[in-house]
């Protein structure tokens, strides 16, 4: 899964969103390291959507315009937890190294 | 710069998406472009991201056709050689029955027709390989000389003719309608080529020819690179195979004499090995 698909999936885990919304939600979660350009979104949102990750919640018309909100779907939420778990067992594996070298350098 | 011409230019870049996106996506994609951030200047980031997610799009849908890998890999080849072939044969100033011909082909591959291309492909691999026909079976069909195109006297030249005829038979052998229908900016490819020929002041085969091909050859030789990546589907490659080897024999047949043309197959060469390598790589991933 590619960091800005899983940033896409975690913004949703709070509830649906819009587009614009899930933008500043993984730039803000993500510390402003993804920067999603809309185009780039939308393709990522069409992706989710055809593999049953996310799906639409609801529309609403704003200035005239469509805008549809997102949600996780049970696959989805299962696969971006799945996702933080290998991160996390990865990022053990350096962690857990590099704690006990601290403590005793500080030592 | 007003609103009206940021969303005007955000919808002409829109149009890098495939029908069936801008249908379900488009208007929400304006929608988040306009309103929530607004603009009165498009933004050059956003601009190129339309443009490559929507080809990225074209790529992934492309990969999902109902055809096989392999038969819209040959399809998409065969395409190639065929227009190379009008383009050149445009360029030679050949006559209208043969330029009929060479542009018949084309369009029966662009709309997908196996069946049509079938025989306007044995015709002109016929009719190129004809002296070496006359040399095996020492027959000859003078009479038609008038309606027909050049004539190569050696097999290694005969090479994409050869591969358009049996790419034509397979595809017509499968008996299936399922090869997809190509967009019609493919003819700007011959469109190049006649703007070229009755320019002012051209010569034939010259600087500005090269240029011309080799440009093209390399933009669409990186664009396939790049579909590859992205969709991850041999089919490009086996295309990029068909179209370059058949030169590259030809080429180390007969060594170019300059360092520009060693430079120009080389590079053909290395962007055909990376897709090859890409290709099989991410099909391994798959």
Do not use: C
């Amino acid at each position: 899964m590619s960091e800005p698909t899983y940033f896409v999936l975690a913004a949703l885990l709070d509830g649906p969103s819009h587009g614009y919304g899930i933008i500043k939600r993984a730039e803000e979660q993500s510390g402003g390291r993804v920067r999603l350009a809309v185009g780039t979104l939308y393709g990522a949102l069409d992706r989710l959507a055809g593999d049953g990750l996310i799906a639409v919640d609801r529309e609403e018309t704003v200035q005239g315009r469509p805008r549809r909100y997102y949600r996780l779907t049970e696959d989805g939420r299962v696969a971006v937890m799945r996702e933080a778990a290998r991160m996390e067992q990865a990022a053990r594996v350096v962690t857990g190294r590099i704690a006990p070298a601290m403590r005793t350098a500080q030592a | 710069m007003s609103e009206a011409f940021t969303e005007t230019w955000y919808r002409l870049f829109l149009r890098a998406f495939p029908s069936r996106h801008r249908a379900e996506y488009g208007t929400e994609i304006l929608g988040t472009l306009m309103n929530d951030s607004p603009r009165r200047v498009p933004s050059p980031r956003e601009t190129a991201a339309l443009v490559t997610a929507g080809f990225a799009a074209r790529a992934r849908k492309a990969a999902e056709g109902p055809a096989p890998w392999w038969a819209d890999g040959l399809h998409l080849g065969l395409l190639t050689l065929a227009l190379a072939n009008l383009s050149y044969n445009i360029a030679d100033q050949a006559s209208p029955w043969w330029l009929a011909t060479s542009a018949a082909l084309v369009v029966a591959l662009l709309r997908g027709w196996a069946l049509a291309a079938l025989p306007l492909a044995l015709v002109i691999a016929l009719s190129t390989g004809r002296a070496m026909l006359h040399m095996l079976v020492g027959a000859e069909a003078t009479g038609w000389a008038p309606f027909l195109g050049p004539a190569y006297h050696n097999w290694v030249s005969l090479t994409p003719y050869g591969l358009l005829a049996a790419g034509a038979v397979v595809l017509a052998a499968r008996r299936s309608r399922d090869l997809r229908t190509r967009p019609w900016w493919w003819l700007a490819i011959p469109a190049a080529a006649f703007v070229l020929t009755y320019a002012p002041g051209f010569i034939e085969y010259g600087e500005t020819w090269q240029l011309v091909r080799a440009g093209t050859e390399g933009v669409l030789l990186l664009a396939g690179v790049w579909a590859t990546i992205v969709a991850r589907s041999p089919r490009w490659a086996l295309a990029a195979a068909i179209y370059v080897l058949p030169g590259l024999a030809s080429a180390l047949t007969n060594p170019p004499a300059s360092l520009q043309h060693t430079a120009y197959w080389s590079a053909l060469a290395a962007l055909l090995l990376v897709m090859v390598a890409t290709g099989w790589r991410r099909a391994a991933k798959a």
